[in-house]
């Protein structure tokens, strides 16, 4: 009998981050894959973060997993997003190699020594004695462990449409995955069906970019991680171009053949990514949309136009594109296309992503009606750790609550609230955005990572360094004071700034919202020899103290809620004082703390209290109990 620690099925960004982490606790993992060559594969847009995401990334690597790593290995263009815009939502997003990216996937993958590799396609689940307690294969053999994960991503009975030509498939190229689905039914998790799109690729060659307008990188590079300096590929340029009113009035004419508007897709799609048919139809009144030329990679001719999903006959997907500059001649090497699959209802989850009716099966990424890479990698990470800590009856699950970190957030919004639509993260779904900042990821969190044993030591003191030149700047800042001399206020006007009017401490002075880091340096020399590489976290601390402290002290109002566990199977039958709505609600739902609770939509502020109350005395009964038997 073959037996692991963990079984993480599906090699995809959940399932890499889902191994990686568990493999890192000490954990025998087995990867299983139908197809071991497309470890890490981006099956859509070849490019990592942008809004919300990148924060999620940030927030991966601060708890030890690797997606960071690998877009900064294989990034050939880097931007920072939303720089207009306050620190909060600042974001940085890389367009990926995509070849180099799967590739990186697969080496360190292959390099851990925890983590056997596997390809076969998983057809069933060995449920035992109440527990998931393995899988079987297509080959019919048995692989037995601990705990489960699927992510499975839109394999479960993935079904590609082009037109009206449908074809069974996980993604092109991928066959879709059977067996499994019907099993999950069967042990009593509520299935549903999404869909998603993605764009015809084409052939770079065929395509005058002398007519378009470039976008290049930013420069410096705004990279991913903050602790791993890696090589840097070659960096490429998108271009632009637009659709037209011909464009649209092509398409609107074979609207009847597209999968999604000739009824023969019924599921719901990605609000937020929606296709091209969708775009026309829903914004008749425009008369242009912008489409981003992407590379797929260095030695690829493949060009991702972002913003064509669709799932169009090929003839007209071609004779679409041909009527947009730049595209008069184009090629395409492989059409867009739509794709339905199965998904399990996240309200099927506990916070710590095992299922509530399959004791140590846990599920990860776009199998939980999310959309996106980095939604499925950070899932990835939480379910992999938590698959390790189910192994040992002693330890707690581990959960991340709304206010440390965006993965709290995601996964607080999909077991309480559920999803009719494919999950995408945005900063607008935190109600903290200033604290859970893309660039204090590693403060929020990287501690938690390595008390479980996903971070490293090395990282771990190097974050340990980073703290202390921050906190001896930031003391140095307070303690040195400007003074309104003549001299010195000849130097601040000279820089094009309000000369002072009152003695100001540099952290002060640092407040004003035209002041910058570079301004203290040359008012004090001596600051700019000492070189700070962490000078952007100690401005946004100095410029929104004041806010980030509002927001800290709202959060500390919060936290006795967050913190309060409800054990687990508690029965709402005891509290006769809650209605029966608001009973069934938190039966059906059985929050993980009193904080989640009052998220379920019909629970109120009064049924918090009162199960507050019965917590406190049922915590101190406990307690009596334990010390009477002392
Ligand atoms: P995946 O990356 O899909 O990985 C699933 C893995 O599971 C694969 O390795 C597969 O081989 C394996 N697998 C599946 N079933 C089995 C089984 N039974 N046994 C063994 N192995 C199995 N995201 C966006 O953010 N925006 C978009 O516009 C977008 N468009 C998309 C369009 C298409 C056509 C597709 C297919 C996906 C699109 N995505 C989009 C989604 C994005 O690809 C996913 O969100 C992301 O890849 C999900 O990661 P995952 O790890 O959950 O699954």
């Known amino acids: 009998m073959i037996r692991f620690d963990v079984i993480v099925v599906g090699a995809g960004h959940a399932g890499i981050e889902a191994s990686w982490a568990a493999a890192k606790m000490g954990a025998k993992v087995c990867l299983i894959s139908s197809n071991m060559d497309r470890i890490g594969h981006m099956s859509c847009n070849p490019a990592i973060g942008g809004l919300g995401k990148s924060h999620l990334v940030k927030e991966i690597e601060a708890l030890g997993g690797v997606m960071a790593w690998l877009i900064d290995e294989t990034g050939i263009q880097f931007r920072r997003l939303n720089t207009r815009k306050g620190p909060a939502v600042w974001s940085t997003r890389a367009q990926a190699d995509k070849d180099l990216y799967a590739r990186a996937a697969k080496r360190i993958i292959e390099s851990e020594s925890g983590i056997v590799c596997k390809e076969a396609m998983v057809e069933d689940l060995l449920y035992r004695e109440g527990r998931c307690q393995g899988v079987i294969t297509h080959l019919g053999e048995e692989i037995w462990a601990g705990a489960v994960v699927l ?11 082009i037109g009206t030509l449908n074809l069974s498939g996980g993604r092109l190229g991928d066959k879709a995955s059977k067996g499994l689905s019907q099993r999950l039914l069967d042990l009593g998790l509520k299935r549903g069906r999404m869909k998603t799109g993605t764009v ?4 770079k060659k065929t395509i ?17 991680s903050i602790f791993r300096q890696t090589s840097v590929q070659k960096q ?8 037209n009113p011909h464009t649209h009035q092509l398409i609107r004419e074979h609207l009847h053949e597209s999968a999604m508007y000739s009824g023969q897709i019924q599921s719901i799609g990605p609000r937020y990514c929606p296709c091209i048919e ?3 139809v829903r914004f008749a009144d425009k008369d242009q949309h912008q489409v981003f030329l992407e590379p797929e990679g260095l030695d690829t001719a493949e060009i991702y136009p972002n913003g064509l999903s669709n799932s169009l006959p090929l003839a007209t997907q071609v004779a679409f594109l041909r009527s947009m500059k730049g595209l008069e001649k184009v090629e395409v090497i492989r059409p867009g296309y739509a794709i339905e699959y199965d998904y399990v209802d996240p309200t099927e989850l506990h916070p710590w992503l095992e299922t509530k009716k399959v004791p140590g099966l846990f599920h990860a990424g776009q199998i939980n009606g999310t959309t996106g890479y980095e939604e499925a990698a950070a899932q990835g990470w939480l379910a992999g750790a938590n698959a390790v800590l189910s192994l040992s009856a002693s330890k707690d699950p581990f959960v991340l609550s709304r206010t440390e970190s965006y993965l709290g957030v995601l996964v607080d919004d999909l077991v309480t609230k559920g999803t009719q639509e494919p999950y995408r993260m945005f900063t607008s779904r935190a109600e903290h955005r200033l604290h859970l900042r893309e660039d204090n990821a590693d403060a929020r969190l990287l501690e938690k990572g390595y008390e479980l044993g996903t971070v490293d030591a090395t990282t771990h003191s190097m974050y340990q360094e980073k703290k202390s030149v921050i906190e001896s700047c930031t003391q140095h800042l307070k303690s040195k004071r400007f003074t309104p001399t003549p001299a010195t206020n000849e ?8 000369p002072l009017k009152s003695p100001n401490t540099y952290w002060e002075f640092l407040k004003r919202p035209e002041v910058q880091w570079s301004h203290i340096e040359m008012l004090d020399p001596d600051l700019a020899q000492h070189k700070n590489p962490f000078i952007e976290n100690i401005e946004i601390a100095s410029k929104y103290e004041g806010y980030i402290a509002r927001e800290q002290v709202e959060i500390s109002r919060s936290s006795k809620d967050e913190h309060t566990v409800i ?26 703390t009193l904080g989640q609770a009052l998220r379920i939509s019909g629970v109120t502020p009064a049924a ?4 507050s109350m019965y917590l406190k005395k049922f915590q101190q009964s406990k307690t009596s109990t334990q010390e009477n038997s002392q």
């Open 200 to 203: 015809p690729r084409l052939d």
């Open 491 to 498: 130097k601040i006007s000279a820089l094009g700034l309000t």
């Open 151 to 161: 992510t499975t991503g839109t394999f479960l009975n993935g079904l590609i449409h």
């Open 208 to 224: 005058d970019f002398n007519v378009l307008e470039e976008q290049p990188g930013d420069e410096p590079l705004p990279r991913f």
């Open 567 to 592: 054990p687990k199977g508690f029965d709402y039958q005891m509290l006769p004082s809650l209605s029966n709505e608001v009973r069934e609600k938190l039966q059906k739902v059985q929050p993980h």
């Open 608 to 611: 918090i209290s009162i199960m």
């Open 278 to 280: 969708d775009k026309i």
């Open 236 to 243: 490429l340029p998108c271009h632009v171009t637009y659709t």
